[in-house]
């Protein structure tokens, strides 16, 4: 089965709200990252979280990493319209090919 | 000045048919991939090439081949197309492997009819 494992698979919120998606693993990893996917579109980078941290901010997104539980999370605040994609986790194993493996994301929708 | 780019965006063929897609990244980036995703938004890595280098080759049928002229492009051709086929599929480049955040293209929606 896949690395990454995002929960829930759909999320529906009221702009303005948190959203937080939720990224489970299996191996030992180097780094976890999260992507964003408009509909129609690539993916964008969102964040990076190395192995050795547990959280990180950036803007309106704060990911926290447990490597003990092997899972992620990822907090979006104070939701807007535009925040509307897929999110997606993506592990770097520490050992192993030079490959990202990512999860089957979480559909966010922020209702106006 | 498109960070990393993909022709065409669209392409719809017939089983059968021999296509090409194709890649471009103007990032200085040394590694490049492709990805299929499925129409479950499953995103999975075919190929990977560092430095035009062959690195990660996965279970893709032999009707794939990827082609690496120089560290700026990464080609993918596919001969005998078959329905199982039609999907996205995603160019991306880093610098680096697997450490490291990847650009995406805006992927080629391909269709076999």
């Known amino acids: 089965s896949q690395q990454g494992e995002e929960d829930p698979q759909a999320l529906s919120i009221q702009e303005g709200e948190n959203a937080t998606m939720n990224c489970s693993y299996k191996t030992s990893i180097n780094n976890l990252q999260w992507y964003r996917q408009n509909s129609g579109r690539g993916l964008v980078h969102l964040i990076l979280i190395r192995s050795n941290e547990r959280e990180k901010h950036s803007g309106r997104l704060r990911v926290t990493l447990d490597t003990s539980k092997k899972s992620s999370s990822l907090l979006i605040t104070a939701s807007r319209a535009a925040d509307t994609a897929s999110y997606f986790c993506a592990t770097g194993p520490i050992q192993g090919a030079q490959k990202l493996v990512f999860g089957q994301g979480t559909r966010l929708t922020i209702n106006p | 000045d498109t960070a990393v780019s993909q022709t065409p965006k669209y392409l719809v063929t017939q089983m059968g048919n021999d296509k090409s897609i194709k890649c471009e990244q103007n990032?200085?980036?040394?590694?490049m991939y492709w990805y299929k995703q499925d129409s479950k938004k499953f995103l999975k890595i075919m190929f990977s090439y560092n430095n035009k280098e062959l690195i990660i080759n996965e279970t893709v049928p032999n009707r794939f081949s990827p082609k690496s002229p120089d560290k700026a492009h990464l080609n993918l051709h596919i001969n005998s197309l078959e329905l199982g086929d039609s999907a996205v599929y995603f160019c991306a480049s880093s610098q680096g492997g697997r450490a490291y955040e990847q650009y995406f293209g805006p992927g080629t929606r391909l269709t076999v009819t």
């Open positions: 990032l200085g980036h040394d590694t």
